[in-house]
């Protein structure tokens, strides 16, 4: 299992960031898939997910902000961050989620800083 995220940057508050994952080793698009976000100190939060049939999921913090999608022709997972604040900065994995164990490979995630 690979699952390789990208898009990480610095963006100012209020900005715009666009998160991909390229997954590969297991089957895809059968799989609910889910964003996560840690901060140092504290634990790994799942953040957004993604059915494999398509129904998504949003945690209260990220509700009307973040929206989760899939291409499962490139198996690809992504995250499209609006109205971002300081509090979003982390870094950010994919993988397996919602009703599911995640994969115990994490890969090194995708860090992004939210300037205010």
């Known amino acids: 299992v690979q699952l390789q995220a990208s898009g990480g940057g610095l963006v100012q508050a209020g900005g715009s960031l666009r998160l991909s994952c390229l997954a590969s080793?297991?089957?895809?698009?059968?799989?609910?898939m889910a964003w996560y976000r840690q901060v140092p100190g504290k634990q790994r939060e799942l953040v957004a997910a993604?059915?494999?049939?398509?129904?998504?999921y949003s945690s209260n913090s990220v509700m009307g902000r973040f929206t989760i999608s899939r291409d499962n022709a490139k198996n690809t997972l992504y995250l499209q961050m609006n109205s971002l604040k300081p509090e979003d900065t982390a870094v950010y994995y994919c993988?397996?989620?919602?009703?599911?164990?995640?994969?115990?490979?994490w890969g090194q995630g995708t860090k992004f800083t939210v300037s205010s």
């Open positions: 993604i059915a494999s049939g398509g129904g998504t």
């Open positions: 993988n397996t989620g919602w009703g599911v164990s995640p994969f115990s490979s």
């Open positions: 080793g297991f089957a895809f698009s059968t799989r609910n």
